[in-house]
């Protein structure tokens, strides 16, 4: 059949074309589509592509035909891009809802490790290297110890199931005590839920209340726990990023803690925004905290350089994607 109107939120599902979610929802009929994202650009500029595969078929031409012309990087192509693109862009920026929000301060804590935990650190980053000899152009195994040695940062137990201390985990317990003594609430995000696993023997110990979500939480659970929070159950909110990172109204909390760096920032804003929203009365914190000295600083200079990528595409400049050779420059 065939629809009159055809809405995808949070479009950016539909990023990678040869997924089977993005062909299903092209397959569907409909006389007028329109699609909501706040991350229309996560890692590259082909993920726009399927998005307005979906929106205006043809437009941007074919796949192959656009990736080519994007990767001469002379500007040209995509200012091209920018004059297709502009009339069926509009573009609703925090600065045009600033007098209804509250401010949002953003804080980096570097955690220092201790020195059998940076000895073990050590360890991992130059096995690491060893293990990836040989092997330089290959995205898939620089990116598993990758995260392997990002996994290390967050609680050395995940690589090495002996090793009890984790500098960062006390840290957290410290940062998580000070803002329940001072009456305040806090959304906790991680990207891996055995972390949070971690974190919530933690919480449990110290007899602190929360609440929790990951990818696993059913549907009606999600919503349960959502307005459990907002109720005033829970000092705390743990919840997986991926998971949690959209579609959650959870303005009862006034700061976040970021437990580990994304590759893209657009995400961890994203997550940040579950607390400062529409509805959200008082000013909000994000921390970040960090390993210092680690491949976690490394990923926080990818930032800046994500961020740009993310305005290039709605202001018409250039955008590359993280070579093999930028990627091994991690582990130094």
Known sequence: ???????????????????????????FRAGFRVVATGTPVENRLTELWSIFDFLNPGLLGPSTTFAERLTTDDGMAT???????????LRRQKASVLTDLPEKTEVTLPVELGDEERTAYEACRIRALENLKGNEENRISILAELTRLRRFCCHPSLVLPKFAKSAKLDAL??????????????????????????VR??????????????????????????????????????ISLKAGGTGLNLTAANYVVLLDPWWNPAVENQAADRAHRIGQKNPVTVYRLIAAKTVEERVLELHAEKRRIADDVLEGTSSTRLTPEALMRLFT
């Open 1 to 27: 059949r065939e629809w009159n109107g055809l809405v995808l939120d949070e479009a950016q599902a539909i990023k990678n074309d040869i997924s089977k979610r993005a062909h299903a929802v092209k397959s």
């Open 79 to 89: 200012e091209g891009l920018k004059r297709l693109v502009a009339p069926f862009i």
């Open 173 to 198: 317990r410290e940062l998580l005590s000070d803002l329940r003594d001072g009456g305040h609430r806090a959304l906790v995000f991680s990207q891996f839920t055995d972390y949070l696993a971690i």
């Open 201 to 238: 023997k933690m919480l449990e110990k110290s007899g602190w209340t929360y609440q929790y979500l990951d990818g696993t939480t059913p549907i009606a659970e999600r919503g349960k726990a959502v307005d459990a929070f907002q109720r005033g159950e829970g000092d705390f909110f743990l």
